[in-house]
């Protein structure tokens, strides 16, 4: 863990907000026509894969800890049990995907929980913490503002 007064590298600041492009572009490519299906399906697959990626990070931040808190290796596993069940209306051909990406957006900014909790206990970063708001809510509000354009 970074020492609590230590900062984030640049790249670790920009290449997470860069993050947030992918779901822009989706934002934006909703409104046509043509692009419509894809965008959607396109947000709902990154907002999957991201959602995923934050259980992993929790599940490292565990590991590299000396006395993880019980909860916290559960708690990292749902983001993936989420982000699969979340396409599951698809592969059976129900609604989708607005309330699968209303779940994920929601699963996102909810995971910020997650990171307090991780924060007070000094497992996380002030640093990283501030990161990780930044970037779940940006993602969750994308994601649940593409659900209720779905």
């Known amino acids: 863990m970074l020492a609590p007064g230590k900062s984030l590298p640049p790249s670790a600041l920009w290449l997470g ?3 947030l492009l992918p779901q822009t572009l989706c934002l934006v490519l909703v409104f046509d026509d043509q692009h419509r299906f894809s965008a959607l399906a396109a947000g709902w697959l990154y907002a999957a894969l991201i959602f995923s990626f934050l259980g992993g990070v929790w599940w490292g931040l565990g590991v590299a ?5 019980a909860w916290l290796f559960p708690i990292a596993v749902l983001p993936s049990l989420i982000a699969f069940a979340s396409g599951i209306p698809w592969m059976i051909g129900t609604t989708w995907p607005g309330p699968s990406m209303l779940l994920l957006g929601a699963g996102l900014i909810l995971a910020l929980f997650v990171d307090r909790a991780l924060f007070r ?3 996380m970063s002030a640093a990283m913490f ?3 708001i930044l970037l779940s809510a940006g993602l969750g509000s994308l994601t649940l503002a593409l659900g209720l354009l779905a």
């Not at 800890?65 to 808190?69: I, L, N, T």
Request: hydrophobic fraction near 30%.
């Open 17 to 19: 907000l860069a993050g």
């Open 65 to 69: 800890d000396e006395r993880p808190p």
């Open 121 to 123: 206990r000094q497992i």
């Open 130 to 132: 501030r990161l990780r």
